[in-house]
């Protein structure tokens, strides 16, 4: 069964630094998303893409980030120059879309995640 | 007022138990409902979906959608200790929008 997979699968960096987080959704989706969840916390959506252009994002995602799609395959979420609190799990999703058919339902699919640790 | 509010339990039942877990939203807008299950450290896994009001079964689950009450239900039967796990609820306003999470229900069911 198709899955997403996401790499590294734990990451740990300085304060200050930039990270690159990368993920390989399933093969024909059309929409891709980060989310995050802190330790504890709720999942919380930071960005979604389609169409090679972010489609929506969250007040979390500021300056500091960003996501490419710089192949087929890739979407990348970078951020510029880590913070204490962006410690947590970062999820890429994706979505089929339509695929020429009526879509009664609206399901993502979510990789492992990404553990990033700012020290 | 928060969007999804979940209970975030724990909640701990003896095997075989029937389980009911809930969810209630404020935002009458939201058209599509998905029940995903998370084990630690992993990624959600989509468990159901539906979309509006409604009921939907898959084996021993069982999803229910009550839009004029904003709350939605999972009901698992005959649990098994596998289904130990955080569930989450989430929806979302149309196809492709983001979704929105409640906190989780960490459920244990003890053999």
């Known amino acids: 069964e198709p899955e997403v997979t996401q790499t590294p699968s734990h990451q740990v960096t300085q304060m200050g630094q930039e990270v690159i987080l990368r993920c390989v959704p399933i093969?024909?989706?059309?929409?891709f998303y980060w989310y995050r969840q802190i330790l504890g916390q709720k999942v919380e959506f930071l960005v979604s893409?389609?169409?090679?252009?972010?489609?929506?994002k969250s007040e979390i995602f500021d300056d500091q980030f960003s996501v490419e799609r710089p192949d087929g395959s890739n979407f990348t979420l970078k951020i510029r120059s880590t913070k204490l609190e962006d410690s947590a799990m970062y999820f890429c999703?994706?979505?089929?879309?339509?695929?020429?058919?009526?879509?009664?339902?609206?399901?993502?699919?979510f990789g492992p995640g990404t553990r990033l640790t700012v020290l | 007022q928060k969007e999804v509010e979940q209970d975030p339990g724990p909640l701990s039942v003896p095997e075989g138990a029937i389980v009911s877990l809930n969810c209630t939203y404020s935002?009458?807008?939201?058209?599509?409902f998905m029940w995903y299950r998370q084990y630690s450290r992993k990624g959600p896994e989509l468990l159901m979906y539906?979309?509006?009001?409604g009921n939907k079964e898959d084996g021993r689950f069982t999803a229910q959608v009550d839009k004029s009450s904003k709350y939605i239900s999972l009901f698992i039967r005959d649990s098994q200790p596998s289904d130990s796990a955080t569930y989450l609820c989430?929806?979302?306003?149309?196809?492709?929008?983001?979704?929105?999470f409640g906190k989780g229900t960490r459920l244990s069911v003890i053999a």
């Open positions: 093969s024909n989706h059309l929409y």
């Open positions: 539906t979309y509006s009001s």
């Open positions: 935002n009458s807008a939201f058209q599509y």
């Open positions: 999703a994706c979505h089929p879309g339509t695929s020429g058919r009526r879509s009664s339902y609206n399901e993502q699919f």
């Open positions: 989430a929806m979302s306003f149309s196809l492709g929008t983001p979704l929105v």
């Open positions: 893409f389609y169409n090679n252009e972010i489609s929506e």
